[in-house]
C-alpha cells in the first residue's frame, strides 16, 4: 500500500467519528454551571451551533454570541463590562477581540492537524488544485501536506493586522484565482471574499477536539486570573493600608505605585503623579542614581514637598538586572511621635533610670572620686563593669550613669543574673519566636536586650551566668545581633551594657570559673564602689537623708538622731554597706516614739546587729576548725590567703598588709599551691 493510500485510510477511520468519541467522556449529571463567566463569540451561526452542542456534551454552559471582526470585538467589550472572565473566539475574530485592548483574557480555537486533513480530504474529491488561506496559526504546518497527499496545495498566511483591512485580503484571492486555484479552504474572512469574487470555497471547521481543549484552556486561564485578581487585591490592600507612604518606579523612572499615605504625606494625588516621571516630580527624591548604582538606602533623610521624611530606597533587581525601585517613607513627626509613646509605654513597665548622680549622698573622697569616675565614663558607649559590696550602690551609680549619658531618653533596663535559671535567663535576654519551647507565648516574646535598644541594659550579678550564656553573652557584644530562641535570623540591636558584680572576677578567671575573653571585653572601663566603712564620714548625711525618707513612708515626723546614737552608727563597720543602713534606720523611725531618736535605741540596735555578726563569725570559725581539723597547715595558710585576696579583690598588696606578710611570700605560697 502506497503512502498515499494509507493516509487515506486514516483519514476515512478518523471521519468516521470513533476517536472523537473516545476523546470526548460524556458525563449524565446534567449541565455543570461553570464557577467562572466564560462566553464564546462565534464568527458565524455554524460555528455557534457546533460549538454550543460540543458544550453541552461536556456539561458546560457557556452562553454563545455571533459576532465576525468588529462586531466580536464590539460584543467582547460588552462583556467585559459585564464581568466575563474569558472570551473564546476563532480566527480572524479572535485577532479582533485581541486588538481592542480589553483586559479580559481571549482563548482562541485553534486549527488542529486533525481539522485541516479532515477539510483537505473533503476537497480533495472535487478537484486536486487546491488554496488555503487563512490567518496565522491556523496555515501553521501544512505546507507539506500537499506532497503527503500528491495534490497541488498552496497555503498562503495573512497578516493578523489585515483582519478589517480587507483589500489586502482580496488582492491575495484574485492571484490566487488567476492562477487557476479554483477551490479555497479558508476561515470565515478568506470564505466570504472568495466568494464575493467567484471562487468556489469550503470553510474549515474546528472539530470536537479543538473546541473542548479550548474550554478546558478557558477554564485553566479563568482559574489562574481570579487567584491573580485575589492576589493583588491583597497585595494592593497591604499597600493601600500601609502605616508608611510607598512609592514605586520602573527601570525609566516612571512612577507606577503611589499609595494613599503617600498622598497624604506629600500632599499630591496618585492620579497625577502614576506613569510620570519622579525626576519631575520629585527632583530632590533622585531615586534614579539608585537604580543605576543597585544600593539600598536606609534612613535616608529627605525633604519633600517642604515635609522632612525619613525614607528606605530598595533597587528591585532580578539576575543582577534592575526593573525599578520601591521607597518607603514616613514623616520624621510621625516617627518622633511613636517614640514619645513608645518612651511612654516603656515608663509604665518601668524600664526607666529614676536616680541621678543627685541623688547619690556623700562627700568622703571616695565617693565623689567615684562620681567623677562614672560622669566621664557616662559620655562613652563601652561596656562598664561596677564592681561593689552588697548594699554600696551599683544600680543607683548605673541608673546615674545612663541619665548622665545621650541615652538619657531612651530605656534603661535592669536584670539580677542571679534571679532564675539559666534556660529562663537565656530567653529573657535574648527572647524567643512562638513554637520555640513548650509554655512560649503565642508571638513569641522580645528579651530584654530587644527592649532596651538604643537605652542601657544592666546585668547585675554578671558573675552568676553560666559559662554558655557568658559565650552568647560575649557574642553580642562583639556582633550587636542577637538571635531569639527558635529563630534563624539576626536582629541588630543598639544598647550599652553595664555589668555590675560583688564577686572579684580576675579572681573567678583564674579558676576558670569566668570566661578570660568576655572578662578583658567588659572590664574597658571599670568602677569600684567603696564599702561604707571605708567612708564614715558620709554617714552622717545618709542618716538624715533616711530619717527624712521613712517620715515620708511612715508619716511621721522625726527630726534626728541623738549625738551618741549617731556616734554608735558611726563605730560600726555596717557589712551591709548603705543598705542595710537605710533599713536600720528604717526601722528606729518606726520605733521612736519621741521627736528624735534616742541613743538607748540606738544601742539595743547596735547591739542586735553585732549578736548577729558573732553568730556569723561562730559559724565561720566553726567551718575553719573544720577545714583545719582536715586539712595539713600548708593547705590551711593557702585557704587563708586566697580568702583575704577574694576580700580585697585580688589586690595583692591589701592582702599582704591585712595578714602582716610580703606580696613577695603570698605570691612565692600560691605559686606552690
Not at 470565515?188 to 471562487?199: F, M, P, Q
Not at 565614663?377 to 563593669?385: E, G, K, R, T, W
Not at 522580645?446 to 559565650?471: C, F, M, P, R, V
Request: glycine letters at 6%.
Amino acid at each position: 500500500m502506497t503512502l498515499h493510500s494509507k493516509l487515506r485510510c486514516i483519514v476515512k477511520i478518523m471521519l468516521k467519528g470513533d476517536l472523537v468519541n473516545k476523546f470526548l467522556a460524556k458525563n449524565s449529571g446534567g449541565i455543570i454551571f461553570l464557577k467562572h463567566k466564560i462566553a464564546f463569540i462565534a464568527p458565524n451561526k455554524k460555528l455557534a451551533d457546533h460549538f454550543d452542542k460540543i458544550a453541552q456534551e461536556m456539561n458546560k454552559k457557556i452562553p454563545v454570541y455571533i459576532g465576525d471582526l468588529e462586531k466580536g470585538a464590539k460584543k467582547a467589550v460588552e462583556l467585559e463590562e459585564q464581568g466575563f472572565d474569558v472570551i473564546i473566539s476563532r480566527g480572524g475574530t479572535a485577532i479582533a477581540i485581541e486588538k481592542s485592548l480589553i483586559n479580559v483574557p481571549v482563548v482562541e480555537i485553534r486549527i488542529s492537524g486533525f481539522d485541516l486533513i479532515r477539510i483537505i480530504y473533503k476537497a480533495m474529491q472535487k478537484t486536486d488544485k487546491i488554496a488555503v488561506v487563512g490567518f496565522e496559526p491556523f496555515t501553521s504546518g501544512i505546507k507539506q501536506l500537499g506532497t503527503i497527499m500528491n495534490i497541488d496545495l498552496k497555503v498562503l498566511s495573512l497578516k493578523s493586522e489585515w483582519y478589517d483591512q480587507t483589500f489586502y485580503i482580496n488582492e491575495i484571492l484574485e492571484e490566487i484565482k488567476n492562477q487557476g486555484y479554483n477551490y479555497l479552504v479558508g476561515d470565515n474572512i478568506s470564505v466570504k471574499i472568495a466568494r464575493e469574487i467567484g471562487l468556489k470555497t469550503l470553510l474549515i471547521e474546528s472539530g470536537k477536539e479543538s473546541i473542548t481543549q479550548a474550554i478546558i484552556n478557558a477554564e485553566d486561564i479563568a482559574d489562574v486570573r481570579k487567584k491573580e485578581i485575589q492576589r493583588a487585591k491583597f497585595h494592593k490592600s497591604i499597600i493601600d493600608f500601609s502605616y508608611e507612604g510607598i512609592i514605586s518606579i520602573d527601570e525609566e523612572g516612571m512612577i507606577n505605585t503611589f499609595n494613599p499615605k503617600a498622598e497624604e504625606i506629600l500632599n499630591k494625588k496618585s492620579y497625577k503623579v502614576i506613569g510620570e516621571n519622579i525626576d519631575d516630580i520629585f527632583p530632590e527624591f533622585n531615586l534614579k542614581k539608585y537604580l543605576a548604582s543597585q544600593h539600598r538606602k536606609q534612613g535616608k533623610i529627605l525633604t519633600l514637598s517642604g515635609k522632612k521624611i525619613a525614607a528606605n530606597i530598595i533597587p528591585i533587581i532580578v539576575e543582577g538586572k534592575t526593573y525599578g525601585l520601591v521607597t518607603t517613607f514616613q514623616k520624621i513627626s510621625d516617627i518622633q511621635q511613636v517614640e514619645k509613646k513608645a518612651r511612654a509605654e516603656l515608663f509604665n513597665r518601668g524600664y526607666t533610670a529614676q536616680n541621678s548622680f543627685a541623688d547619690i549622698i556623700g562627700e568622703s573622697e571616695e565617693i565623689q572620686e567615684c562620681i567623677d569616675k562614672a560622669k566621664d565614663y557616662s559620655q562613652v558607649d563601652l561596656p562598664l563593669l561596677i564592681y561593689g559590696e552588697t548594699g554600696t550602690g551599683k544600680e543607683l551609680f548605673a541608673q546615674a550613669v545612663h541619665n548622665f549619658s545621650s541615652r538619657k531618653n531612651k530605656p534603661f533596663v535592669a536584670f539580677n543574673c542571679a534571679a532564675l535559671p539559666e534556660k529562663l535567663i537565656e530567653s529573657e535576654l535574648f527572647g524567643y519566636v512562638e513554637g520555640a519551647f513548650t509554655g512560649a507565648h503565642k508571638g513569641g516574646r522580645k528579651g530584654l536586650l530587644e527592649q532596651a535598644h538604643t537605652g542601657t541594659l544592666l546585668l547585675d550579678e554578671i558573675g552568676e551566668i553560666s559559662q554558655n550564656l557568658q559565650a552568647k553573652l560575649l557574642r553580642f557584644i562583639e556582633e550587636r545581633k542577637i538571635r531569639k530562641i527558635g529563630d534563624n535570623k539576626l536582629i541588630p540591636v543598639n544598647v550599652r551594657i553595664i555589668l555590675s558584680t560583688n564577686k572579684s572576677l580576675a579572681q573567678m578567671v583564674k579558676k576558670n570559673e569566668f570566661r578570660e575573653d568576655l572578662y578583658y571585653r567588659i572590664n574597658v572601663l571599670d568602677l569600684n564602689l567603696p564599702p561604707l566603712r571605708s567612708r564614715k564620714v558620709d554617714i552622717d548625711l545618709l542618716v538624715d537623708f533616711f530619717i527624712k525618707k521613712a517620715n515620708s513612708k511612715t508619716n511621721k515626723m522625726i527630726k534626728g538622731i541623738s549625738k551618741q546614737g549617731l556616734n554608735l552608727l558611726e563605730n560600726y563597720d555596717w557589712p551591709g554597706n548603705i543598705r542595710q543602713l537605710e533599713n536600720v534606720i528604717e526601722k528606729l523611725v518606726i520605733r521612736t516614739k519621741a521627736d528624735y531618736i534616742m541613743t538607748g535605741l540606738v544601742e539595743e540596735t547596735i547591739d542586735s546587729l553585732n549578736t548577729e555578726d558573732t553568730d556569723k563569725l561562730i559559724s565561720s570559725s566553726e567551718n575553719m576548725i573544720e577545714i583545719a581539723i582536715n586539712s595539713s597547715l600548708e593547705e590551711i595558710e593557702n585557704k587563708i590567703i586566697r580568702e583575704v585576696l577574694d576580700r580585697e579583690e585580688g589586690n595583692k598588696t591589701k592582702a599582704a598588709k591585712k595578714l602582716d606578710i610580703s606580696r613577695s611570700t603570698i605570691w612565692r605560697k600560691l605559686k606552690n599551691n
